[in-house]
């Protein structure tokens, strides 16, 4: 084992002679303890007056273990995008085992809400670096990226040959989540909701408000 992997069993919080046996585990945790950190710092002090060698000394690692995962700010970035669409994709498949129908529609609108609240802190980085962010080459296409599991979400919602107006509304209920979980969520500036609401949202109300929101827009859908 070389000095940049025992640094990384280190920083998995394992000994180094116990690396072989947990490997994938380790580097799966490692990997999200970096994205944590990099994004605390990224929120702190701004995307691009944030270095990887402050995400290094912050973790308590040389940049060489840091390397191991991510070879740039810009792979980070990259990670946070990949790991979402992992996500969706997962969802994707699960509806498609699913039979057609109101039912399926609403648990497939809940799991989406559930994988948008547990990516908002990425979405608000994202959202608040846009300029930086879309200049990548990476970020052109993120969006290019999304709309064929777009139009999965919704025939799975809507089912195969729905007409336009079905479609439609399925993707308004969708792009509904998105939104209303992003702009609402509890642990969003406050002063980005104080001229809005008078108290923020608990996860579980938000949860249950976005839900019923995005299923009215889809009754009739499919």
């Known amino acids: 084992m070389d000095a940049a992997q025992t640094e990384v069993t280190a920083l ?30 990224f929120a702190e002090q701004g995307y691009e007056r944030t270095s990887l060698r402050e995400i290094a000394e912050r973790l308590g690692v040389t940049k060489a273990a840091l390397y191991y995962h991510f070879k740039s700010k810009e792979d980070i970035v990259r990670s946070f995008t990949e790991d979402y669409f992992c996500r969706i994709d997962k969802l994707i498949a699960w509806g498609r085992e699913q039979p057609p129908g109101a039912r399926t529609a609403k648990e497939l609108l809940d799991r989406y809400i559930t994988i948008v609240i547990e990516s908002g802190e990425v979405f608000r980085f994202l959202e608040r670096n846009q300029a930086t962010i879309h200049g990548t080459e990476d970020g052109k296409h993120r969006f290019t990226q999304f709309r064929p599991r777009l139009a999965a979400l919704m025939e799975i919602i809507t089912g195969p040959d729905a007409p336009a107006r079905s479609r439609i509304r399925a993707a308004a209920a969708i792009f509904a989540v998105s939104t209303s979980c992003m702009f609402f969520m ?4 406050e002063a980005e909701l104080d001229a809005v609401l008078p108290v923020a949202p608990s996860p579980e109300e938000l949860r249950e408000i976005v839900l019923e929101l995005a299923t009215d827009l889809t009754v009739g859908a499919s």
């Open 186 to 189: 509890k642990d969003a500036p």
């Open 12 to 41: 998995a919080g394992q000994p180094a002679d116990k690396a072989e046996h947990a490997h994938a585990g380790r580097r799966g945790d490692t990997r999200a303890r970096i994205q944590q950190v990099a994004l605390e710092l």
